[in-house]
């Protein structure tokens, strides 16, 4: 069974930083692209990043391109999502997704990430 | 980014179809066979219901179906049941942009 497991998420003031992680099981993970997507309270969907299989090609979403980083350690089954200089609209949660042929196929339960002052 | 149009919201009688439509542009549905479909009922995490436009992960209901003409990709729900109550958002891969999402729209069963 495909699992993603999120964390890190929590309250943190503007203009701070925060590193979410994404523990991943039940399948190879390293053969596999993985995406953050996030979820403003009451809102849609928004895309944040992507990264390939074998961290040869990374993408980034406009409104996070320049703060955010994401990265993948294939030994540990791990995403990650580094946050910095984090502002109000970057309150949201955030889902992992496993990437299959350019659709999301399974997501994670998600991690909330308030940002306010 | 801009995100895809898709109504606000659609209804519809136990039974009934409803069709929910996502436009795009050339640079993303127009362009790439590669619209995808997600229900998230409350509280809950998004699930996959369409791929590839028109294709269905096992286990979704054949009820659901994809279909795109143009920049316009649309989903129909057939033979609508209260569990299809949900919001409902489309996604297509655009390249430079690399994915967008819909604004999504709510699916009420009267």
């Known amino acids: 069974e495909v699992r993603l497991v999120e964390s890190g998420g929590g309250f943190i003031h503007p203009g701070g930083s925060l590193r979410l992680s994404c523990a991943a099981s039940g399948f190879p993970f390293g053969d596999f692209s993985m995406n953050w997507v996030r979820q403003a309270p009451g809102k849609g969907l928004e895309w944040v990043a992507y990264i390939r299989e074998s961290r040869g090609a990374i993408y980034y979403a406009d409104s996070v391109k320049g703060r955010f980083t994401i990265s993948r350690d294939n030994a540990e089954n791990s995403l990650y999502l580094q946050m910095d200089s984090l502002r109000h609209d970057d309150t949201a949660v955030y889902y992992c997704a496993r990437d299959w042929s350019y659709h999301f196929d399974n997501w994670g339960q998600g991690t909330l990430v308030t940002v306010s002052s | ?110």
Do not use: H
């Open chain 2, 1 to 110: 980014q801009s995100v895809l149009t898709q109504p606000a919201s659609v209804s519809g009688s136990p039974g009934q179809s409803v069709t929910i439509s996502c436009t795009g542009t050339s640079s993303d549905v127009g362009r790439y066979g590669l619209v995808s479909w997600y229900q998230q009922r409350p509280g809950k995490v998004p699930k996959l219901m369409i791929y590839e436009v028109t294709k269905r992960p096992s286990g979704v209901s054949n009820r659901f179906s994809g279909s795109k003409s143009g920049n316009t990709a649309s989903l129909t729900i057939s033979g609508l049941q209260a569990e299809d109550e949900a919001d409902y958002y489309c996604c297509s891969y655009a390249r430079v942009t690399t994915f967008l999402f819909g604004n999504g729209t709510k699916v009420t069963v009267l």
